[in-house]
C-alpha cells in the first residue's frame, strides 16, 4: 500500500511537471507565430516600402542632378562671361 502510495504520487509529480512543459511550450508557440508575423510583415511590407522610397529619392537626385548640368550648360552658353557653374 505504501508503495502505490509513491508511486501515484511520483505520477502526479510527473503530470505536473508535463503540464508545465506543456503550458511553456505552447507559450513559446505562440511567441515563435508572432515572430514569424513580425518577419513576414518585414519582408513582405517595410523593405518593399523602403527599396520604393529609395529608389523614388535616387530618381529625385538624378533629376536634379539633370537639372542643374542644363542649367549650367545654358548658363555657359548664353552667359559665357558669368561663370555661374564650376
Same mark, same amino acid.
Request: charged share 30%.
Given at each position: 500500500m505504501l508503495r502505490s502510495k509513491e508511486v501515484y504520487a511520483k505520477a502526479v509529480e510527473t503530470l505536473v511537471e508535463l #503540464?508545465? +512543459?506543456q503550458t511553456a511550450f505552447m507559450i513559446l508557440d505562440e511567441v515563435i507565430r508572432a515572430t514569424n508575423r513580425r518577419v513576414n510583415a518585414? @519582408?513582405?511590407?517595410i523593405i518593399p516600402? +523602403?527599396?520604393n522610397?529609395?529608389?523614388?529619392?535616387?530618381s529625385e537626385l538624378d533629376e536634379m542632378d539633370? @537639372? @542643374?548640368f542644363f542649367r549650367c550648360v545654358w548658363s555657359l552658353f548664353?552667359?559665357?562671361t558669368a561663370h555661374?557653374? #564650376?
Open positions: #503540464a508545465s +512543459l518585414i @519582408e513582405h511590407v516600402r +523602403l527599396d522610397t529609395i529608389k523614388y529619392i535616387i539633370r @537639372e @542643374e548664353f552667359f559665357p555661374g557653374c #564650376a
